[in-house]
Nanobody, 121 residues
Framework: EVQLQASGGGLVQPGGSLNLSCVAS????????MSWVRQAPGKPPEWVSV???????AYADPVKDRFTMSKDNAKNTLNLQMNRLKPDDTAVYYC???????????????RGQGTQVTVSS
């Protein structure tokens, strides 16, 4: 059974940093494409980033050069390092199994429970 457990969210001031983690079970992170998506209150889901099975990564324009994805294969975990956070980054962040991109319209079927990120002074 595929399970994803995200953590690491919280309240941070603008300009601050957070590191989100997503522990996976039921599959091997190292061999699968995985994504981060987010959803702000009252808005549709937004694709954030993807770590493709071949090792390449891609990021949405709003987070490019601020967010970095990585995999910890020993821990079967996906990470998202978020730097220079802005109030517009406030959302629930979900890790998801699969390769998603800018055309994302609904939350992925295989996703974690979400972790709240709030950027506010």
């Amino acid at each position: 059974e595929v399970q994803l457990q995200a953590s690491g969210g919280g309240l941070v001031q603008p300009g601050g940093s957070l590191n989100l983690s997503c522990v996976a079970s039921g599959f091997t992170v190292a061999s699968r494409a995985m994504s981060w998506v987010r959803q702000a209150p009252g808005k549709p889901p937004e694709w954030v980033s993807v770590f493709n099975s071949g090792g390449s990564t891609a990021y949405a324009d709003p987070v490019k050069d601020r967010f970095t994805m990585s995999k910890d294969n020993a821990k079967n975990t996906l990470n998202l390092q978020m730097n220079r956070l802005k109030p517009d980054d406030t959302a629930v962040y979900y890790c998801a199994l699969g390769s998603y991109g800018p055309t994302l319209a609904v939350l992925p079927k295989f996703r974690g429970q979400g972790t709240q990120v709030t950027v506010s002074s």
